[in-house]
């Protein structure tokens, strides 16, 4: 039966941290967000963690932790699961960082549930649960941001592999051949392709040339949106690849609805277009066809939203105690 006290929640990723109180059934009484800096080092970067975890308890009044049923947090991955061991590739600083052991000593008074999975599951269990994906049982939730992460309902449940990774699309290979060498050091990953930063990096060296410093996906697609012939192909590029990895991932799940969030997806018809247009080419078979492939529905929450859910519905995507 899940818990009937709010939860502490938090989402860190390579691109911002946000922190949050949800209620027991899922929506957020206070959230708050910064960028993830990029200047501190693993015990800074923890302290940052604490204060915005403090603020929120503060903003919702919640003064004695034992109020609360549990904490739940989604961070990049990869890690040690259901440990809480992270070493996410877009923060480097933080290797086999105890980030559940942490979580536990500073907010896990008495026997409250401390239980920390990756970041992009958390979109997926988010969006399953209160989101696009909400009412089908076999979702694929995807981040595609400063890195790109999944996660994988199946039959109803969170699937977690034998790692507590599966589900990481990020790392299907689209491009074996020509593709650039990904952080985690194979080439041709969806990751190295479609991320923010490297598609802003690929766009650079076919000349676009962006009016500041610092650039971003952002402003990639905006120059998209305004027709600049290199942003259109970086748009394309990106939704191509994220329409190979999902017909693939279709195929061999027979999944019914991919909900992609994060960033780069704030950017509309700009990827799901040829997102679609591949996927139709490559998803051929009678099955595959009639996945739906939609804009996560919780936004920039949904990551937020899905940790809750581990405290609150462990029944469906916690099993690591």
Excluded at 17 to 34: D, H, K, M, N, S
Excluded at 172 to 188: F, K, L, N, W, Y
Excluded at 273 to 288: G, N, V, Y
Aim: with cysteine.
């Amino acid at each position: 039966m899940a818990e009937r006290g709010p939860v502490l929640v938090a989402d860190i990723g390579g691109t911002k941290i946000a922190t949050g109180v949800a209620e027991p059934g899922g929506r957020l009484i206070t959230w708050t967000q910064v960028a993830t800096p990029r200047d501190l080092d693993a015990e800074q970067l923890w302290r940052t963690v604490e204060t915005l975890l403090l603020q929120v308890l503060d903003t919702a009044k919640i003064t004695d932790l034992s109020e609360l049923s549990g904490v739940g947090v989604g961070c990049g991955g990869p890690m040690e699961w259901p440990a809480g061991l992270v070493s996410p590739l877009n923060i480097p600083i933080w290797r086999d960082f105890p980030l559940r052991d942490r979580l536990a000593d500073r907010f896990g008074a008495g026997d409250l549930p401390v239980r920390v999975h990756n970041d992009a599951v958390c979109e997926a269990a988010g969006e399953h649960w209160r989101g696009a994906g909400r009412g089908w049982r076999n979702v694929l939730g995807m981040v595609v941001s400063t890195g790109v992460g999944g996660g994988l309902i199946l039959d109803d449940r969170l699937i977690e592999g034998s790692s507590g990774n599966a589900g990481h699309i990020g790392h299907v290979v689209v491009d074996p051949e020509t593709g650039p060498v990904c952080g985690c050091g194979a080439r041709g990953c969806l990751e190295a392709i479609a991320r923010g930063p490297a598609l802003a990096a690929w766009a650079q060296a076919a000349g676009w040339r962006p009016g500041q410093d610092g650039a971003t996906a952002r402003d990639l697609a905006a120059d998209a949106a305004q027709g600049h012939p290199v942003a259109l192909s970086a748009m394309r590029r990106a939704g191509r690849a994220l329409g190979i990895a999902i017909a693939s991932a279709t195929n061999l799940c027979d999944l019914e609805v991919v909900a992609v969030g994060g960033g780069l997806s704030q950017a509309g018809a700009l990827i799901f277009d040829p997102l679609q247009e591949t996927l139709a080419a490559h998803a051929r078979l009678d099955f595959a066809r009639h996945v739906r492939v939609v804009p996560a529905a919780l936004g920039q929450s949904a990551g937020l939203v899905g940790a809750a859910a581990l405290i609150s519905a462990p029944q469906r995507y916690w099993t690591g105690d």
